[in-house]
């Protein structure tokens, strides 16, 4: 990606508090689950986050949208390998017994609630293009009908979905693993959508079998 494709978006600026508000609490909640569901220690991720944020705010600030594209993007990637590999290492943790049933718990949940904000942050990051595209105007086909576009509701004209709408969409995903009220349309949110819904019915069995066990 070449910075000078968005040499003529310089001036627009693209509200990104809610993007790194949410990385950093998901690398703090990674820290913080047991180290054996971790890929190395439980503080690689959220340094790695940290490391990554400071370019980046700093590219965000002199208006280098292609450097804070990439940049978000690899963040985004990093929090999702830290997602996934606990995932993995949870399960792997309920078939061989090598965490004690409180340790699950408290695991499982924090992985819950991280895949809701890593999914959040995807569907923000690819839906028309990203958010630069949306906020300069010229986005690319929506990867998600949300039911504000779907109507002529008056003083609904101008809406555009924010950060908190693809959490909702997210949220919706996880708790019920399908997107409810929005309709997914790409083939690459579809794709997203079934991996979220995967991941939290994996982590939701994870936690049903621990209980069965207990009992």
Known sequence: MQESH????????VPRGAYLLTVLVIGALLSIISENLTLGPSWTIVSIVLILLVPMVI???RGHHGWTRV????????????LVSSVSFLIYALFQHTASAASLFRSAGLLWIVNIGVFTVWYWEIDRGGPLKRHSGKSEPSDFLFPQMTFEIPGWEKWTPSFL????LAFNTN?????????????????F???????SLLIVAVLAARAINIA
Request: net charge positive; proline share 2%; hydrophobic share 45%.
């Open 6 to 13: 968005f040499s003529d978006n310089h001036h627009i600026k």
């Open 59 to 61: 590219s965000m600030v």
């Open 71 to 82: 940049l978000s993007l690899g963040i985004t990637g990093v929090i999702t390998l830290g």
């Open 165 to 168: 709408d693809y959490l909702y």
């Open 175 to 191: 708790t019920a693993f399908s997107p409810t009220d929005t309709m997914v349309i790409s083939k690459r949110a579809k794709i």
């Open 193 to 199: 959508m079934m991996i979220q819904s995967s991941i």
